[in-house]
T-cell receptor, first 112, second 114 residues
């Protein structure tokens, strides 16, 4: 059963803590993306990676970090430098030949 | 940065009626895509239309693209309660190269009443 998974579904963070959101895909896609969605808003690009061991900043990268050590995995760390991290985070992947992005189910992060 | 705006922001119709959502964008595009999001879920790709296409159909979905007006519309015919969701347009611009980067609109929330 191919797809893209994110964990956890819900995450609670205390102020000052770093947290890592998991994103895994078994679609053999080269490119992966992280988006942030705020209530009633569209998606904003945080980071993206087109190939293993390479990634680029998106429009709102400040306070976030990523790694791409394996093709299947693209974890996102929300650092304490991100002042307003409460949001819905979506991971997506895309094959090199296609234009369509395939999304995971999302992680809802709440800062307590 | 938000590429486009969607109109209306919210739409409420009765089951069986047609629903039309509009998307406007600012810069030239390679393609425009429509995605659907059920509440609290990830996005699902619906349809892609390329800049040299004017209309595309998929089941009950019809998408039009007017590059001279920098706008697109999504028509859902004979709507069902299960169509209740948010719908987003997303554009890929020539400047993105092969990155696959998309810029999303703010979405239209559709409610279909049974």
């Amino acid at each position: 059963d191919g797809g893209i998974t994110q964990s956890p579904k819900y995450l609670f963070r205390k102020e000052g803590q770093n947290v890592t959101l998991s994103c895994e895909q078994n679609l053999n896609h080269d490119a992966m993306y992280w988006y942030r969605q705020d209530p009633g808003q569209g998606l904003r690009l945080i980071y993206y990676s087109q190939i293993v061991n390479d990634f680029q900043k998106g429009d709102i990268a400040e306070g976030y970090s990523v790694s791409r050590e394996k093709k299947e995995s693209f974890p996102l760390t929300v650092t304490s430098a991100q002042k307003n991290p409460t949001a819905f985070y979506l991971c997506a992947s895309r094959s090199g030949a296609g234009d369509t992005q395939y999304f995971g189910p999302g992680t809802r992060l709440t800062v307590l | 940065s938000q590429q486009g705006e969607e109109d209306p922001q919210a739409l409420s119709i009765q089951e069986g009626e047609n629903a039309t959502m509009n998307c406007s964008y600012k810069t030239s595009i390679n393609n425009l895509q429509w995605y659907r999001q059920n509440s609290g879920r990830g996005l699902v790709h619906l349809i892609l239309i390329r800049s040299n296409e004017r209309e595309k159909h998929s089941g009950r979905l019809r998408v039009t693209l007017d590059t001279s007006k920098k706008s697109s519309s999504l028509l859902i015919t004979a709507s069902r309660a299960a169509d209740t969701a948010s719908y987003f347009c997303a554009t890929a611009s020539p400047g993105s190269g092969n990155t696959g980067k998309l810029i999303f609109g703010q979405g239209t929330t559709l409610q279909v009443k049974p």
